[in-house]
């Protein structure tokens, strides 16, 4: 994450624009070819204003225009999930994953959310769940830069590991 990305996302969010503006401006610059347009410098940067006054709401415009302008659009993506976290953070809210093989019950995924609100001193978790037959068993959770691998494959790799030390 660079420290534009972090600084823009900051500034998006201070611009208090309605998740749902953000939203749709993020769904429309997944086209490439929008993209790739604004983000490219031999287009003047008045074509790139028209462009963004045509197609986004008012209230995200000037902040678009300002990235065309000093040239970082190729950065959206980390701006959005910058902004994403700081959304997040503001309503005490903290995002983690968890990778299984057999979904966990309705109570172990509990279990794990009061585990990482306890951790990380947050009042609620939006897990996202994802399948992963290639863990053999087990789960890993992910918080941020943090796992807890407690899958089957990585004791494994991890016993695998402190053999060849030996």
Do not use: W
């Not at 902040?63 to 950065?75: P, Q």
């Not at 863990?135 to 941020?144: D, K, P, Q």
């Amino acid at each position: 994450m660079t420290n534009h990305a972090m600084n823009y996302a900051k500034a998006l969010f201070d611009l208090n624009i309605s998740d749902g503006i953000v939203q749709n401006t993020k769904d429309i610059l997944e086209n490439r070819e929008l993209l790739d347009a604004l983000c490219n410098p031999s287009i003047k940067k008045s074509e790139k204003h028209a462009v963004i006054d045509t197609i986004f709401d008012h209230e995200i415009r000037n902040f678009l225009k300002v990235l065309c302008d000093n040239g970082c659009m190729e950065l959206l993506s980390q701006i959005f999930y910058t902004y994403e976290s700081i959304v997040l953070d503001s309503k005490n809210i903290i995002k983690a994953t968890i990778t299984f093989v057999t979904r966990p019950d309705d109570d172990q995924l509990e279990k794990l959310k009061e585990f990482v609100c306890k951790k990380y001193n947050k009042g609620n978790v939006l897990l996202e769940l994802k399948e992963d037959s290639s863990l053999l068993g087990g789960f890993i959770l992910s918080v941020g830069d943090t796992e807890y691998d407690k899958s089957i494959k990585g004791t494994l790799l991890s016993l695998h590991k402190t053999l060849i030390r030996r």
